[in-house]
């Protein structure tokens, strides 16, 4: 069988590779990233393991050269007639059908909503389809977004390599998603990122907001100084051991 694997991650990238490194599996696999992902055009080019491609632009003679399509963190939509008319697997950084969509444990840590990961049949919305699997995450009081994204990713790896070998042999009962939970989008991140300094708020809100922001090497929070000069804030953390 044929794979097309996506995604504009490199750690998921490389941990994904090693997966098939150590556990080879009875499948040709196929890598792509987007187009204007520069990181990832400096890093592999147009040739090597990985090639970069706009799916949107995609005909029949690509998509039918698969049997099955997985996103790992693809920062591209799937045009609907991939997704109605091709098994698509989506592996997102959080628990469905809670904020799905941009940045999940971010919205999650502000917000005290459930944190995870969740593997599903995509369809024509976004991180929307059947469940195929998922992990909650319980999120620690001294965490960070970096921390807990680091987790994050480790949790997806490893349920990829729980389920491989069940998403290319369609091992799986799709389960419908309870609700249609909530989304966001990259506006709404970067909306939160401007800190008003009059808004009135109590401690527990602002460290749960500054935790939520803080993800280095990101400068997210900010607000502007007396010369317009923007002031980047984050939170340093520390349970007594
Ligand atoms: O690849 P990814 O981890 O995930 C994002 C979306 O959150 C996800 O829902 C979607 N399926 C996927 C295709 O794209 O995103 P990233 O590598 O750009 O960022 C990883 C984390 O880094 C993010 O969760 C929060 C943090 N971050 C990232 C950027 C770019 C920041 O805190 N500030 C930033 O400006």
Redesign the pocket.
């Known amino acids: 069988m044929k794979v097309c694997v996506i995604t ?2 490199l750690y998921i990238y490389e941990h994904f590779v090693d997966l098939l490194r150590r556990k080879p599996q009875d499948a040709e696999f196929d890598f792509y990233y987007a187009t204007w992902n520069h990181a990832f055009r400096e890093k592999f080019g147009e040739n090597g393991g990985m090639r970069p491609i706009k799916l949107r632009e995609q005909g029949d003679e690509f998509f039918n050269a698969y049997d099955l399509f997985i996103s790992l ?3 591209q939509l799937f045009p609907d007639r991939m997704v109605t008319e091709h098994t698509c697997i ?1 592996v ?3 628990l469905n059908p809670y904020n799905r ?6 919205f999650g840590i502000m917000n005290h909503m459930p944190i995870g990961v969740t593997i599903h049949l995509m369809d024509t919305e976004l ?1 929307h389809g059947p469940i195929l699997w998922q992990r909650e995450l319980k999120l620690g009081a001294d965490e960070t ?1 970096k921390d807990v ?1 680091e987790r994050i990713l480790a949790t997806e790896m490893e349920l990829m390599e729980e389920h491989l070998e069940d998403i290319l042999t369609g091992n799986y009962t799709p389960m419908p998603m309870p609700s249609e939970g909530n989304i966001n989008y990259k506006q709404d991140f970067d909306a939160l990122c401007e800190i008003d300094r009059d808004k009135p708020a109590t401690y527990g809100e602002v460290i749960d907001f500054l935790r939520a ?1 803080t ?1 280095q090497p ?1 400068k ?1 929070a900010y607000f502007y100084d007396a010369d317009g000069k923007k002031v980047y804030v984050g939170i340093e953390l520390e349970k007594e051991q």
């Not at 969509?101 to 971010?106: N, T």
């Open positions: 504009d991650n963190h693809c920062k989506n997102h950084p959080g969509g941009w940045f999940p444990q971010v991180d977004s994204y922001m993800h990101y997210n």
